[in-house]
């Protein structure tokens, strides 16, 4: 059973700092790209940033370009999500996800429960 477990959600004052983990389980970790996606209240999913199988691909949206740094440990079967100088437009619900293969232009197919991010002062 596909398992991701993310972690390091919390309060936070704008200008601050997270490191999201999720802990993936149940799969072969490196050989499949992994994605965050954030959900605020009252809008759609959005989707934050990839990264391919082994790590030597990355992609951001634009609201965290500079700010937010996506990495994986694929011998710890780890994703993280480095969040710097956060504002209050970045509270959320982040959520790991899997690609169905190794590329970010493959379809995502599993979920992890998500971790909450609230940035305030």
């Known amino acids: 059973e596909v398992q991701l477990q993310a972690s390091g959600g919390g309060l936070v004052q704008p200008g601050w700092s997270l490191r999201l983990s999720c802990v993936a389980s149940g799969f072969t970790f490196g050989d499949f790209a992994m994605s965050w996606v954030r959900h605020i209240p009252g809008r759609d999913f959005e989707l934050v940033a990839q990264i391919d199988s082994g790590g030597e691909s990355t992609k951001y949206q634009p609201f965290v370009e500079g700010r937010f740094s996506i990495s994986r440990d694929n011998a710890k079967n780890t994703l993280y999500l480095q969040m710097n100088d956060l504002k209050a437009d970045d509270t959320a619900k982040y959520y790991c996800?899997?690609?169905?293969?190794?590329?970010?232009?493959?379809?995502?197919?599993?979920w992890g429960q998500g971790t909450l991010v609230t940035v305030s002062s």
């Open positions: 996800t899997r690609y169905s293969g190794n590329s970010y232009y493959s379809l995502r197919d599993h």
